[in-house]
């Protein structure tokens, strides 16, 4: 079974500029979330679909960022336009439905904003 | 509010010796416990959790931790250490009277085997 895939494994751009990062879950998990760690710090929750639906997206930094998942599979997160505090590792993680299941994390975005 | 600490950033242990990476958390309600594993240039990788029954869990790679109410904790331990051991630890707790599904994590502990 493949894991959560995430694309692309770097990206660095200028402050100013628009990156979309890419999340596949694993088949048949209808549970997405998206966290983010910045250098040094804890993973901070930032959103978590259902199918979907946005469940939960109080974790959002705020307006310059926008996470989609159209047809409930993959999900898109793109940051416009980015500042440099937007730098960090952003994993997305998925689980099936049911209280207590784990989240199967990705390997990370590492974004850097110069 | 909520938070999990991971009071040591750092672990040092020998190869075969016994290891443990302490976790207290703090929730509202009953919490849901994990310990994830991150190897380098990797993502997290899940290691087991903690949701009701018996305190001690057993996980992968002859991981376990054990849960304590009392004292809110779930250290994460191992009898013997190997060296591909090493890596960066997170412990998280989901919080389900606060926080949803959302996991709250620890800042993370390294834990470094030598051999």
């Known amino acids: 079974e493949a894991g959560v895939t995430q694309f692309p494994s770097h990206s660095v751009i200028e402050k100013g500029q628009t990156v979309t990062l890419r999340c596949d879950p694993i088949?048949?998990?209808?549970?997405l979330y998206w966290y983010r760690r910045v250098m040094g710090k804890e993973i901070k929750f930032l959103l978590h679909f259902v199918k979907e639906s946005k469940q939960d997206e109080s974790g959002m930094p705020n307006n310059r960022f926008l996470a989609e998942r159209t047809g409930g599979t993959y999900s898109t997160l793109k940051v416009q336009p980015a500042e440099l505090e937007d730098s960090g590792v952003y994993f997305c993680?998925?689980?099936?439905?049911?209280?207590?299941?784990?989240?199967?994390f990705g390997p990370g975005t590492r974004l850097t904003v110069l | 509010a909520q938070s999990v600490a991971q009071p040591e950033d750092q672990v040092n242990v020998a190869e075969g010796n016994p290891l443990t990476v302490k976790c207290t958390y703090s929730?509202?309600?009953?919490?849901?416990l994990f310990w994830y594993v991150q190897y380098p240039n990797r993502g997290l990788q899940f290691l087991l959790k903690y949701i009701t029954g018996d305190n001690l869990v057993k996980g992968s790679y002859g991981f376990e931790a054990e849960f304590n109410k009392s004292q809110t904790s779930f250290h994460l331990k191992k009898p013997s250490a190997l060296v591909s051991d090493s890596a960066l630890y997170f412990c998280a707790v989901r919080d389900l009277i606060q926080a949803g599904t959302a996991l709250i994590f620890g800042k993370g502990t390294t834990l470094s085997v030598s051999s």
């Open positions: 088949s048949g998990h209808d549970n």
């Open positions: 993680a998925s689980s099936q439905g049911g209280t207590g299941r784990a989240q199967y």
């Open positions: 929730v509202s309600g009953n919490p849901y």
